[in-house]
């Protein structure tokens, strides 16, 4: 399985991105794919996911300010990030789990400028 997340840039305060995340190998269902995030000197954390059922969790700090969806057609995920704030900058990965495994991406960067 390879997850290839994509996206990532420099926005101002306030702005916008899409990520997308592309998998390919020998997905899976049902499964769950998601998105992490870590910024430097800090753990990884969670921030939202979806499962094969469109059913989907997010973090509290995300407060409505993000959106994950899913192709599951073409095996892609999303993430849109709106009101993007100086805490948010991050790489964010991708993660799939599935019944016997589970995957990462190698991560895209999201930078917000004050």
């Known amino acids: 399985v390879q997850l290839v997340e994509s996206g990532g840039d420099l926005v101002q305060s306030g702005g916008s991105l899409r990520l997308s995340c592309a998998a390919s190998?020998?997905?899976?269902?049902?499964?769950?794919m998601g998105w992490y995030r870590q910024a430097p000197g800090k753990q990884r954390e969670f921030v939202a996911d979806?499962?094969?059922?469109?059913?989907?969790n997010y973090a509290d700090y995300v407060q409505g300010r993000f959106t994950i969806s899913r192709d599951n057609a073409n095996n892609t995920m999303y993430l849109q990030l709106n009101n993007l704030q100086t805490e948010d900058a991050a790489v964010y990965y991708c993660?799939?789990?599935?019944?016997?495994?589970?995957?990462w991406g190698q991560g895209t960067q999201v930078t917000v400028s004050s």
């Open positions: 190998g020998s997905i899976s269902t049902p499964n769950t």
């Open positions: 993660h799939l789990r599935q019944l016997y495994s589970t995957h």
């Open positions: 979806i499962n094969s059922g469109a059913e989907t």
